[in-house]
């Protein structure tokens, strides 16, 4: 069982920046594939970012290419994802999420993770 709190969240203005947080409770994050999602009001849960279990691959969707950041520190269980230039579309509840990595491309589905955090409340003002 992995447990994931997600921290980080906050108000910004259009074009400013704020790095998210995910810690994650067990020993299992080291062999653990990673993703970042986010859920804006009346719309479906979508990929924004995943990473490898050795942070040596990530994925981003189109979206946040160029803006966003995904990293990940093994000796501390924590995810990061860092995100500039944020736009008021970016502005959703975000969540982390969890599974074990078998190899391959990096899961950018909803259904390809196990564990997910409670959401931490990103919002972009223009």
């Known amino acids: 069982q992995v447990q994931l709190v997600e921290s980080g969240g906050g108000l910004v203005q259009a074009g400013g920046s704020l790095r998210l947080s995910c810690a994650a409770s067990?020993?299992?994050?080291?062999?653990?594939?990673m993703g970042w999602f986010r859920q804006a009001p009346g719309k479906e849960r979508e990929f924004v970012a995943g990473i490898n279990w050795s942070g040596g691959t990530t994925d981003y969707a189109n979206s946040v290419k160029g803006r966003f950041t995904t990293s990940r520190d093994n000796a501390k269980n924590t995810l990061y994802l860092q995100m500039n230039s944020l736009k008021p579309e970016d502005t959703a509840v975000y969540y982390c999420?969890?599974?074990?990595?078998?190899?391959?491309?990096?899961?950018?589905?909803?259904?390809?993770?196990?564990?997910w955090g409670q959401g931490t409340q990103v919002t972009v003002s223009s």
């Open positions: 999420a969890a599974r074990y990595d078998l190899g391959g491309t990096i899961g950018t589905l909803v259904s390809h993770y196990d564990y």
């Open positions: 067990a020993r299992t994050f080291r062999s653990s594939m």
